[in-house]
């Protein structure tokens, strides 16, 4: 088996994932945030359950790190996959270079943003200092 096949393989089993996350996690996130907490269904703190979830606990921050890089790169891969079905064929490397491209720079604005709501998360990695 090739490379480039095993590399594919591997992203459409990383796009089943995203799937899975986009079905499972994605709709808590938009329940909790969207639904339960303007209803007042979600205990009424000081906070919104955003920033409870993402400044309070490491387990918070991945969960949305997960559920929002998961859905991201579910959507975008299967977005680039059907644009060749509409006609595109010939563009087909550049809508995949594209694709990769918003999915790097959303994971990247993603762990920006997670990493400036939470700065304690940065103290407990394993990066040696001088």
């Given amino acids: 088996m090739s490379a480039a096949a095993r590399l ?21 996130l938009i ?6 907490y303007p209803l007042g269904l979600w205990p009424m703190t000081s906070k919104d359950p955003t920033s409870l979830l993402v400044t309070d606990q ?32 010939s563009q087909t490397d550049r809508i995949a270079a ?5 999915i790097a720079v959303g994971i990247v604005v993603l762990l920006y943003y997670l990493l400036v709501l ?10 040696p200092h001088p």
């Avoid at 995203?18 to 079905?23: D, E, K, P, V, Y």
């Avoid at 939470?118 to 990066?127: A, D, G, Y």
């Fill in 8 to 28: 594919h393989a591997l992203l459409w089993g990383v796009f089943s994932l995203g799937g899975f996350i986009a079905a499972f996690l994605l709709p808590v």
């Fill in 31 to 36: 329940y909790v945030n969207n639904i339960a």
């Fill in 58 to 89: 490491i387990l918070g921050s991945i969960f949305v790190f997960v559920a929002i890089a998961g859905s991201l790169f579910h959507g975008v891969f299967r977005f680039q996959t059907t644009l060749p079905e509409l006609g595109l064929k």
């Fill in 98 to 102: 594209i694709g990769y491209a918003v």
């Fill in 118 to 127: 939470n700065p304690s998360f940065v103290k407990m990695l394993p990066i």
